[in-house]
C-alpha cells in the first residue's frame, strides 16, 4: 500500500478537497470553500493546511462565526444542498459562536461542515486557554455543545481517525434523509500530528445523488385517496426545491388540475400567477390557501415538517386525510399522516403517471379577492404617515426584477413577505424560517449571493436584527459580493410587541421608548453602513425609497437604504390562529381577557375537527 506522510490536518483538507459532485451537468468541488476565523486552537494546524491547498479549497475571512456560518448555510439552501462550505474556529467562544447556526442548519436540513478547534488530546496542557471544565467528566469540551444540533459528531484524537471520520459525515451531509450539519471537532494538538495516510484516500470522489422511490403500496394508497377526493390540495415544501420538483409539480398540477399551497420554504415552487398557486398558506398565509385547507377533505404535503406555521398548531386541517410525502419517516409520520416515504420529485413524476387521465375537482376559491388584497396591502402611498412594512416590501418589489432574490429571516417581515412576496422563479424567495434566527439576514444574503453572484440579492431586515448582527456587510464589500439592504428602522422589536400586546400585556421591553432608559439612542444605521464600506442613504418616504433602490441597483457595492416604518401596522388580510398561550391568571383585565378569548379559539378549532 503506498502511503504519504501529511499531519492530520494536511490530510483533511487534502480529502476535502477531492470530493466531488455534478451540478446542472457538470462535475464541481462539492465544497465550494472554508469560512475560517483563527484563534489558536486552529491557526497552526487547520491554517497551514488551508494554506497550501488554498487554489482548490478556497479560504475567506469573516467577522464573526456565527456570520460566516449563516453565509455557509444560505450558500448551501441557495445551491439546492448541492454543494456546501467548511467553517473553522479555534476553541472556547470562536467553537460556540457556532452553534446558534448549528442550530440553524439543523432545523432547516441543511449541509454544512463545522470543524472547531478541541482541547489537547494529549493533555499537556491541561486546562488549555479557553478550554471548559466539568468537575465530573474530564472528556467533556466546549464542543460538545454541537452534539445536539448537529446530524453527526466526532472528536478526533487521532491523526488516523480522520480515515473513518470524514467520508460518515459527507455521507451524512449528502443523504437527503439526513442532511443536515456534521461537527467534526478536531483536537489541535492531533491537527499537527502526522501519520502515514493511504495514499488512495485522496483520490478523486464523485458522490452521486440518490433518489428513492415510494413503496408501491403506499403510492397507491395515496393515488387511490386523490381519484377519491372532492377537494384535494397539494401543499408544498422545502424539500419540493431541494429536489428540484419545482418543473414536475408544475406538470402534475397543470396535467390534473390539483392546487397547490406553498409553505415558506417551498414558496416559489410555482411562479405567484400560475392559475394553480393559491399563494402561502397557514399562520401566515393567503385567505385562498387556508379556506381551500380548512374545507378540503384530502391533503398532500409533499417535502415539509409541517411546522405550527404551516398547520395553525394543528387547526387548520386537524381531520382531513393527511398524506406526508417525504424523504425522511420522522416527517412523513407525522401529524398521524399516511406516509409516503420517497424523493419528492420521483413521487410527483410517479403521480402523474398514475392520475393521466384523472382531474381534480375545482375548489371554487377566491383567487382574484386575495390578488386584490395583496395590491393593496402593498400600494404606495403619497400621504406623511409611517409606512407598513407590507408598503415597503411593495416598493422593493417594483424596484427588482423578476429575476431578483429576497431574503430575510426574522421579525414581522417573513410572515408579511410570505403573503405578499410575488416569486417569479425558483430560488428567489430565500427565508429563514425554520430557526426563525434574528442576525441571518446579512450574512445570508452574502451566501446566496455566493451561489448565485448574476442574480440581484436584496437583503430585508429590521432595525432588531440588524444590530444583532450586522458585521458581515463589511465582508461583502470586502468580497465583492454585493448586496441591497432594505433596512426597516420601527425603533425596536415591533413584530413581538405587537404579538405581546394581543396577549393582553401592554407594550414593555420590546420597543425602545417602552423600555427601560434614560436616553432614547438615535441610531444612525446610514451612517453605520457606511463605517462598514457600504453606500448607503436614509429616505423618509415610499417615493423616495423607491428612487433610492434605483440608485442602489445601479451601485458596484453593497448599499444600505433606511427608512422608518409603523411599528404597529400589519396585513390584516388572510392569516390563520396560531396557538400562543395566555397566563390563566391575571391581575391585568386584558391579559384575563385575551386568556377568554384564547380557550373561545381552542374550543372553536377543536369543534372544527
Known amino acids: 500500500m503506498t502511503t504519504i506522510r501529511l499531519t492530520a490536518s494536511q490530510a483533511a483538507v487534502r480529502w476535502l478537497a477531492a470530493q466531488h459532485v455534478v451540478v446542472d451537468g457538470v462535475e464541481v468541488p462539492y465544497f465550494a470553500g472554508c469560512w475560517a476565523i483563527f484563534g489558536h486552537g486552529n491557526v497552526a494546524g487547520i491554517g497551514e493546511a488551508l494554506h497550501a491547498h488554498r487554489d482548490v479549497l478556497p479560504t475567506w475571512r469573516a467577522h464573526n462565526e456565527q456570520g460566516m456560518a449563516h453565509s455557509a448555510i444560505a450558500y448551501a439552501k441557495q445551491m439546492r444542498r448541492r454543494r456546501a462550505m467548511v467553517c473553522t474556529t479555534s476553541i472556547g467562544p470562536g467553537a460556540t459562536n457556532l452553534v446558534t447556526a448549528a442550530a440553524l442548519a439543523h432545523v432547516n436540513r441543511i449541509p454544512v461542515l463545522f470543524m ?55 455521507a451524512t451531509m449528502l443523504d437527503p434523509a439526513t442532511c443536515g450539519p456534521a461537527t467534526i471537532a478536531f483536537c489541535q494538538d492531533v491537527q499537527a500530528e502526522a501519520f502515514d495516510y493511504p495514499l488512495a484516500f485522496f483520490e478523486r470522489l464523485l458522490w452521486t445523488e440518490r433518489r428513492q422511490p415510494a413503496d408501491a403500496g403506499e403510492m397507491a394508497a395515496l393515488v387511490d385517496a386523490l381519484k377519491a377526493a372532492k377537494r384535494p390540495l397539494i401543499v408544498s415544501g422545502g424539500g419540493v426545491l431541494f429536489s428540484q420538483a419545482e418543473g414536475a409539480l408544475q406538470s402534475l398540477a397543470e396535467a390534473t388540475g390539483l ?9 416559489g415552487a410555482l411562479p405567484w400567477d400560475h392559475p394553480n398557486t393559491l399563494g402561502s398558506i397557514g399562520v401566515t398565509g ?50 398521524a399522516a399516511v406516509p409516503v416515504i420517497g ?27 386575495w390578488t386584490a388584497a395583496v395590491e393593496a396591502a402593498t400600494a404606495g402611498s ?75 440579492v436584496v437583503v430585508m431586515v429590521g432595525d432588531g436584527s440588524y444590530m444583532m448582527l450586522n458585521s458581515e456587510l463589511a465582508t461583502s464589500v470586502m468580497m465583492g459580493h454585493k448586496l441591497i439592504v432594505a433596512l426597516l428602522d420601527n425603533r425596536g422589536f415591533g413584530c413581538i410587541n405587537r404579538l405581546q400586546q394581543a396577549t393582553g400585556s401592554p407594550g414593555f421591553n420590546n420597543l425602545l421608548a417602552d423600555s427601560r432608559h434614560e436616553t432614547l439612542p438615535e441610531i444612525d444605521f446610514a451612517a453605520h453602513a457606511r463605517s462598514l464600506g457600504a453606500m448607503s ?73
Open 382 to 456: 403619497a400621504d406623511k404617515t409611517l409606512p407598513s412594512d407590507a408598503q415597503v416590501i411593495g416598493a422593493v418589489q417594483r424596484s427588482m426584477g423578476d429575476d431578483a432574490v429576497v431574503v430575510c429571516a426574522a421579525g414581522g417581515l417573513p410572515g408579511e413577505l410570505h403573503k405578499l412576496w410575488r416569486t417569479a422563479r425558483p430560488g428567489g424567495y430565500h427565508l429563514e424560517y425554520g430557526f426563525s434566527c434574528m442576525g441571518y439576514e446579512i450574512a445570508g444574503g452574502l451566501g446566496v449571493k455566493m451561489a448565485e453572484p448574476d442574480r440581484e
Open 286 to 335: 393567503s385567505s385562498a390557501a387556508n379556506e381551500a385547507a380548512s374545507t378540503a377533505d384530502v391533503i398532500v404535503a409533499i417535502g415539509t415538517r409541517l411546522q405550527d406555521f404551516t398547520t395553525g398548531s394543528r387547526s387548520l386541517f386537524p381531520d382531513r386525510k393527511l398524506f406526508q410525502v417525504n424523504v425522511q419517516p420522522f416527517d412523513a409520520h407525522k401529524h
Open 116 to 170: 472547531p478547534g478541541d482541547v489537547y488530546a494529549s493533555r499537556r496542557p491541561d486546562p488549555v486557554l479557553q478550554q471548559i471544565e466539568d468537575f465530573g467528566d474530564a472528556t467533556v469540551t466546549a464542543n460538545d455543545c454541537f452534539k445536539p444540533v448537529s446530524r453527526f459528531f466526532d472528536r478526533i484524537t487521532r491523526p488516523e481517525q480522520i480515515l473513518d471520520a470524514l467520508p460518515k459525515a459527507l
Open 537 to 609: 442613504e436614509k429616505v423618509s418616504t415610499l417615493g423616495e425609497f423607491e428612487a433610492a433602490m434605483a440608485r442602489a441597483h445601479a451601485a458596484d457595492r453593497s448599499y444600505v437604504v433606511v427608512i422608518d416604518t409603523d411599528p404597529l401596522k400589519t396585513t390584516e388580510a388572510g392569516g390563520w390562529w396560531w396557538d400562543v398561550a395566555v397566563p390563566e391568571v391575571s391581575d391585568r383585565p386584558q391579559v384575563n381577557a385575551a386568556r377568554a378569548d384564547y380557550e373561545n379559539q381552542i374550543r372553536m378549532k377543536r369543534d372544527l375537527s
Open 343 to 369: 424523493d419528492a420529485r420521483t413521487v410527483i413524476k410517479a403521480l402523474s403517471a398514475a392520475l393521466s387521465a384523472w382531474r381534480a375537482p375545482d375548489l371554487g376559491v377566491d383567487m382574484a379577492g
Open 259 to 267: 392546487k397547490v399551497a406553498e409553505t415558506q420554504a417551498g414558496k
